[in-house]
């Protein structure tokens, strides 16, 4: 395998054992239906991971072995999270506290770690830390609740999407320009590509806060 990675056809690939898009939708789709409690999303999990899973493989990126590989690092982080919502923990995270800096520093060092262990991609990495840096920073206000009408809900879904969209499109024109100056750095280019579109989620329900369509939960301040 690695001598046909290191093949012409993959200069420079970054793609390699596990894969992280695999890893990556097996937690996100098996974790929102932990969250919502949605039987929907549990239904359609395995199907999506199938989905995913298949489309690197036809696509050349990743071997079975990697698909097999993100699937159970995705599992892994699944079954934590299942365990730490059915924890008393769970109350407290939800809440931006100073006795739980030490979890929130693991939200940061573990995507680093992994990165810098190879076992995800910069890409991955970036997507994880600024979701992580998002989450903080809408906790420290006030987590919103997930609460309104059907518009209300829609609205919110159409402004996230455009935010995020719109901040990756203008990042893949920059770094287009970028990449033909010769910019050095791809990994940190696929790091800030990830990392800006998920860090925009704050700034999305900040505006869905001020255009009415949240209602903010009683949290505690900073203890």
Not at 10 to 21: A, E, R
Not at 82 to 100: E, G, H, V
Not at 156 to 164: G, H
Request: aromatic share 14%; glycine share 10%.
């Amino acid at each position: 395998m690695e001598s046909f990675r290191l093949q012409k056809v993959f200069p420079d690939s970054p793609f390699g054992f596990p894969s992280g898009h695999v890893a990556l939708t097996t937690a996100l789709w098996g974790g929102a239906s932990r969250v919502f409690n949605s039987r929907t999303a549990g239904r359609l999990a395995p199907m999506v991971v199938l989905l995913m899973a298949f489309s690197r493989m036809y696509l050349g990126r990743h071997f079975l072995g990697d698909v097999i590989g993100g699937a159970a690092l995705g599992l892994t982080l699944l079954v934590v999270f299942t365990y730490f919502l059915k924890s008393p923990l769970k109350d407290d995270f939800f809440a931006f506290r100073q006795k739980n800096l030490f979890f929130y520093s693991a939200m940061f060092a573990v995507p680093v770690v992994f990165v810098s262990l190879s076992l995800i991609s910069g890409e991955v990495a970036g997507f994880f830390l600024g979701t992580n840096t998002a989450y903080l920073l809408i906790i420290r206000k006030g987590l919103p609740e997930d609460e309104g009408s059907t518009g209300q809900r829609a609205l919110r879904v159409f402004i996230t999407l455009m935010m995020f969209g719109l901040s990756a499109l203008v990042l893949d024109a920059g770094f287009g320009i970028i990449g033909i100056a010769g910019y050095p750095d791809d990994t940190l280019i696929e790091f800030l590509k990830s990392f800006i579109p998920a860090f925009t989620i704050w700034i999305s329900v900040s505006i869905c806060i001020k255009l009415g369509l949240y209602n903010i939960a009683s949290t505690e301040q900073i203890e």
